[in-house]
């Protein structure tokens, strides 16, 4: 179950400045806040974007307490931040609108620029509420801001990345012990991470599992913990929590470091679409393998790469992408 209590309170913030929002909303979406007396960088974490994804949610109430009761934050400041407040309390993945799909340029200046009794979509006045405290963050920053948003999805997959194109993502990629996914082409430029990075942060979308599993809260703690380390805010020795094992984030050498896609397979419910049954995330294809069906006939990888985020849920409007290497292990551009 979520929690909605569990949050600590910077003494000397007060929910009143996010006028007009109801003060107990921000109090609802905040989960914490760690600063320390060094300036630093701002990690911002935001979780439970999705209402079905209560792992993340969990995870950034972990660290906050842990920092907090540590009290070992070296530089900078961590904000912890839920989501989607109303889904996360019906459990539901979103109410009118996925708000992970929503923050192009000017759908959110169009939102901005109404008064939040006007939004009739739940997720434009969720959309509101987190640039008020995403605004708040950067104005608190002492240095370079850096969003990391947590997610977690309905197949089992290895953890991942998508995004992290910013100047501070190289030192944190090679920490974290998961390939990173890259979307030259904008697929994803509806997503919070991708409107951060247009607005010059450095940002990524961790998935670290599936919804349900435990070990999903346990990936994204040590994920956070791994970036903390790698941005220089706490000590590099800084162990996990001591329940927390070091290597549960499972590594796969047959999947590249960096995969750039390069296609996707477009999804309209008429078309009565069907994935092979098989496939995970990061599976090989071949030109001209068949992937999937619908009733205009077989449907087929437009070329070599490596299959992403296949549809097994009912409802969705990607069927499916495709992807190349943008970077291997042994540190090549392609293979
Ligand atoms: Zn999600």
């Excluded at 919804?211 to 706490?234: G, N, P, Y």
């Amino acid at each position: 179950m979520i929690s909605f209590v569990e949050t600590v309170w910077d003494d000397s913030f007060d929910p009143a400045i996010f006028a007009p929002t109801d003060p107990r909303r921000v109090r609802l979406r905040w989960i914490g806040r760690a600063k320390s007396p060094n300036p630093g960088p701002c990690l911002i974490l935001t979780a439970g974007l999705h209402g079905n994804e209560p792992m993340g949610v969990h995870a950034a109430q972990n660290v906050m307490k842990t920092l907090r009761a540590a009290d070992n934050l070296r530089r900078g400041d961590v904000f912890a931040f839920r989501g989607n407040l109303t889904a996360l309390a019906l459990v539901k993945r979103y109410i009118d609108r996925d708000l992970n799909r929503i923050w192009a340029e000017e759908h959110v200046e169009e939102v901005r620029k109404t008064p939040r009794e006007s939004l009739y979509c739940s997720e434009d006045r969720e959309m509101l509420e987190l640039l008020g405290v995403l605004n708040y963050a950067l104005d608190e920053a002492s240095g370079e801001p850096f969003l990391m948003d947590l997610h977690t999805s309905s197949a089992p997959s290895l953890p991942f990345v998508i995004g992290g194109q910013g100047k501070q993502f190289q030192a944190i990629q090679d920490e974290l012990n998961a390939p990173s996914v890259h979307d030259p082409k904008g697929y994803f430029q509806g997503s919070l991470f991708s409107f951060a990075e247009r607005h010059g942060l450095s940002a990524m979308a961790f998935e670290a599992g599936r919804h349900d599993d435990e070990a999903s809260a346990c990936i994204h703690e040590i994920a956070v913990w791994t970036v903390l380390r790698a941005l220089d805010m706490v000590e590099p020795t800084e162990k996990y929590p001591a329940t927390m094992p070091e290597s549960a984030i499972p590594a796969d050498m047959s999947i590249p470091r960096e995969i750039e896609l390069f296609h996707r397979h477009g999804v309209r419910p008429e078309e009565s679409f069907v994935m092979k049954p098989g496939f995970r995330n990061f599976d090989r294809v071949e030109r001209g393998q068949v992937i999937a069906q619908d009733n205009h006939g077989y449907i087929h990888s437009p070329d070599n790469g490596f299959v992403f985020l296949p549809l097994y849920q009912q409802s969705g409007e990607d069927g499916f992408y495709v992807g190349r290497v943008a970077r291997s292990h042994s540190g090549r551009s392609a293979e």
